[in-house]
C-alpha cells in the first residue's frame, strides 16, 4: 500500500506528464487510487517507430522536474547500491531530479503523438540523465544496437551532462541488476531478455 500512497503524492508534480488522480480513498481494507482515462497504446521501442522522438521529449520533459523536498524517495545510489565496484561510483549518479526508472514499453502511452507516462509507484531521486539511461536498455531489447540505442539516448539534452565514466558504470550496475532478475526467473522471457540487452550494452561501454 506504500507504494499506492507514493504514486498518489507524487502526481501533482508529474501530471500532465502522467495521468492526473481524481480521487484516492481508503476505507480500512482497500486503497484505490483513480486516475484520468488515457485513450492510448503502449510504445513502439523498435528500430525505425515513429513513437521513438514522442519518448525522447516526454523523457526530455521529465528531465526538468527536480525530485520534491516534501515527498520521501529512494535515491539512484541507493537502488544500486549492491553493483558498485567502489563506494565512489555512487556520486557519479547522484542528483536531485525526480526520475522514473521504469521504462517497460508498457508504461509509456501514446496518445496522438504525445508520450504519457503511468505507474510511478518507484519514483527516485537522481541525475537528470538517468532515465535515458534506463531508455537504452530497453531499446536494445527491443532491437537497437547499443550504439544506436545511446544516440536515441543523446536526443534528450540532459544526456551530454553525464561522464563516460559515469554512464559506465550505470551500465555496469544495469548488467548486475538484470542479470540477478532473470536468474530468479528463467521462464520469464522479458526478463530475459532485459538481462541479454543490459549485458550487451556493459560489454560495449567497456575499453
Given at each position: 500500500?506504500?507504494?499506492q500512497?507514493r504514486?498518489?503524492?507524487?502526481?501533482?508534480?508529474?501530471?500532465?506528464?502522467?495521468p492526473?488522480?481524481?480521487?484516492a480513498?481508503?476505507?480500512?481494507?482497500?486503497?484505490?487510487?483513480?486516475?484520468?482515462?488515457?485513450?492510448?497504446?503502449p510504445?513502439?521501442?523498435?528500430?525505425?517507430?515513429?513513437?521513438l522522438?514522442?519518448i525522447?521529449?516526454?523523457?526530455?520533459?521529465?528531465?526538468?522536474v527536480?525530485?520534491?523536498?516534501?515527498?520521501?524517495l529512494?535515491?539512484?545510489?541507493?537502488?544500486?547500491?549492491?553493483?558498485f565496484?567502489?563506494?565512489n561510483?555512487?556520486?557519479?549518479?547522484?542528483?536531485?531530479t525526480?526520475?522514473?526508472?521504469?521504462?517497460?514499453?508498457?508504461?509509456?502511452?501514446?496518445?496522438?503523438?504525445?508520450?504519457?507516462?503511468?505507474?510511478?509507484?518507484?519514483?527516485?531521486?537522481?541525475?537528470?540523465w538517468?532515465d535515458?539511461?534506463?531508455?537504452?536498455?530497453?531499446?536494445?531489447?527491443?532491437?537497437?544496437?547499443?550504439?544506436?540505442?545511446?544516440?536515441?539516448?543523446?536526443?534528450?539534452?540532459?544526456?551530454?551532462?553525464?561522464?563516460?565514466?559515469?554512464?559506465?558504470?550505470?551500465?555496469t550496475?544495469?548488467?548486475?541488476?538484470w542479470?540477478?532478475i532473470?536468474?530468479?526467473?528463467?521462464?520469464?522471457?522479458?526478463k530475459q531478455?532485459?538481462?541479454?540487452?543490459a549485458?550487451?550494452w556493459a560489454?560495449?561501454?567497456r575499453?
Open positions: 500500500m506504500w507504494t500512497k504514486e498518489a503524492t507524487i502526481n501533482r508534480y508529474v501530471a500532465p506528464l502522467a492526473r488522480l481524481l480521487w480513498i481508503d476505507d480500512g481494507e482497500w486503497n484505490l487510487l483513480g486516475f484520468e482515462h488515457l485513450d492510448g497504446r510504445a513502439d521501442y523498435s528500430p525505425g517507430s515513429n513513437d522522438p514522442v525522447a521529449e516526454a523523457i526530455t520533459t521529465l528531465s526538468r527536480r525530485a520534491p523536498s516534501d515527498v520521501e529512494k535515491r539512484i545510489e541507493q537502488r544500486l547500491a549492491d553493483y565496484d567502489h563506494p561510483d555512487a556520486e557519479l549518479l547522484r542528483g536531485n525526480l526520475l522514473h526508472t521504469d521504462w517497460t514499453p508498457d508504461n509509456v502511452l501514446i496518445i496522438h503523438n504525445v508520450a504519457r507516462v503511468v505507474d510511478w509507484a518507484w519514483p527516485t531521486a537522481g541525475a537528470a538517468i535515458a539511461a534506463c531508455w537504452v536498455v530497453w531499446l536494445i531489447s527491443a532491437g537497437h544496437t547499443p550504439a544506436d540505442a545511446e544516440q536515441w539516448a543523446a536526443a534528450t539534452p540532459a544526456w551530454s551532462t553525464a561522464s563516460a565514466r559515469a554512464v559506465d558504470v550505470f551500465a550496475a544495469q548488467d548486475r541488476l542479470a540477478g532473470a536468474a530468479d526467473a528463467p521462464d520469464i522471457v522479458w531478455s532485459l538481462a541479454t540487452a549485458n550487451q560489454t560495449y561501454r575499453p
